[in-house]
């Protein structure tokens, strides 16, 4: 029996095959990080992506653990206004409550539909099982997951105005593609659901469904008119943020990370920054700083909590101000 | 700056360039699955691959979409006589009781050490509890995961005098090595601590640790001597067995998979199948059945649950007797 090589496989084959007899210009002679600055960052990741891909250096890092992963919100896309994941999941509880106005009666619920972030915080954990439950009212994830992608791409970015599917951070997209031209696995860890974001993260930063952790409500095996789904049963599975990040990333993954990207503002990185650092050999960790009113948001944590961590565990802090020449590419 | 190409991807490039021009023998002329017999069972498994990677065929499936997943024990390993999971995890446990001897007071501890099935059962939930905290006993994932595979070279499984690190199927790893050289991504999902599996997967099936699901307890960020590390928490996350195991699958991998491979002798893999069977578009569920006393073991559930399953959904069932021409390989 024969098989057939799909065209991806002949295009692959055929680059390989280039490469082989002309060399491996990984990025070629073009600047593989063209939207960023010629600033230290940019020496850094390129210095530290050049001394684990070199054969025979005292750096190199085997291909099988080149493994980069990344928190989303406020790293790869925007954080403000609002967590990208929030547009269909608000879009998901307008519906409900349009369906079934009682549902709206839920504090949380209220809070959320009035963006009344106090009010949000107040309603604590029951709060986030209402919000799970209205959000989720008795759909399979099949259901959920469908609706995700098309959203994205209807609403528009309310600073940038462009659809939210297309707000990634220009000079992240050149560093993911960096890392994958050069052998490196991109992931996702984001305290986002994970059913959410995986509908996502293919279309926009070419990470496929596998590869992402997530914060996960609990799901149930059920039948649908014979059919074999998935439907929610009202528990919360894990909050990746904080010290939650490097358990998620650890079940997921099960080894200590090559490059961890996450961002101040949220306090939510540090824990699986540390985690990598403390790796057996070379590790980059990076921290977006949001230091760009003009071009993005300025915001920062009460005590620099994040930016004080770079300092003392040596992550590399990269300005949004200073380092990216571009926020959202074209 | 240039970055070198590694001696692994020079050997892929030439590999594919080869193929390129003398067309693609995706298992060449000689046959994919030698120890098997030409059964409808090892036809129905080629046809199946021929079709999803017929492209422009009715049933072509792109890569990005060609997802295995196997069960481990009793599907790629015996079961008998112990998940090969329990070797470390029986050696972690004698090695505390060893250290603290009160530890063996535990009843499930004490059911354990005897092999004393029943008083396991009767231990319960909170049995397993105590087990996980013996066998972890403060220790951090890290030190957890570096004894088991030294562990599994080392002893010998009792029928077939090898050790269990050699113990895989031959017919599976010939099917493991069919499905990745058609461009599929292997994966487990087995009822054992996920810690464990990943420690043993790349050695004995070439699957990376990222790529495995398993039961797994809880664990926490925290720090000894200054650096960052996880320890177990006290509790159970995920039992991943039966119903559980499409959970599991969905939140790891977030959709429904092209091949599901598992076996009967203990309900436990029906429920990920029909997930499976439900997918849309073609789908292949394959079901060892253990009915070979004399070269492995004859055990069978006492209700037929499995097999009955495959009849009524349509799962290829594979008889270790009638289907393979070896068990474990040389």
């Known amino acids: 029996m024969k098989m057939l090589l799909s065209s991806r496989q002949i295009l692959a ?46 750096d190199f890092v085997a291909m099988q653990e080149r493994v980069a992963v990344f928190d989303m919100d406020g790293t790869l896309v925007p954080q403000k206004p609002v967590p990208i994941a929030l547009v269909p999941v608000m879009a998901e509880i307008r519906d409900a409550v349009a369906r079934k ?80 031209a050069n052998g490196f696995s991109n992931w996702i860890s984001s305290g986002s659901p994970v059913l959410v974001t995986r509908e996502l993260s293919m279309e926009m930063f070419d990470i496929p469904p596998e590869r992402l952790i997530g914060s996960n409500a609990g799901t149930k ?43 101040e503002g949220g306090r939510g990185d540090v824990a699986m920054m540390r985690w990598s650092k403390d790796r057996n050999g070379p590790s980059l960790q990076l921290l977006i700083n949001h230091d760009d009113a003009a071009r993005e948001y300025a915001y920062a944590e009460s005590d620099g909590y994040s930016l004080d961590a770079a300092r003392k565990y040596g992550f590399q802090v990269v300005s949004m101000k200073d380092d990216w020449k571009t926020i959202i590419g074209k």
Chains 1, 2 share one sequence.
């Open 101 to 180: 106005p009682f549902l709206g009666d839920k504090p949380a619920v209220a809070a959320l539909l009035k963006r009344d972030e106090d009010a949000l915080h107040a309603a604590g954990q029951q709060g986030v099982l209402d919000l799970i439950a209205v959000a989720t009212d008795g759909k399979t994830t099949d259901e959920i997951a469908q609706n995700v992608q098309p959203l994205l791409e209807k609403e528009n970015h309310p600073k940038f105005d462009v659809p939210y599917a297309k707000t990634v951070y220009q000079g992240m997209r050149e560093l993911l593609a960096l890392l994958e």
């Open 221 to 263: 095996f059920d039948e649908r008119d014979g059919r074999s789904v998935l439907v929610f049963d009202g528990t919360i599975n894990a909050i990746n943020d904080g010290a939650g990040k490097p358990v998620g990333i650890n079940l997921a993954i099960g080894k200590r990370l090559l490059v961890i990207g996450g961002n």
């Open 13 to 58: 084959a055929a680059a390989l095959a280039v490469l082989v007899f002309v060399g491996y210009p990984a990025y070629g002679q073009d600047d593989p990080l063209p939207s960023w600055n010629d600033t230290p960052t940019k020496k850094a990741i390129l210095n530290f992506v050049g001394s684990v891909t070199k054969e025979g250096g005292p």
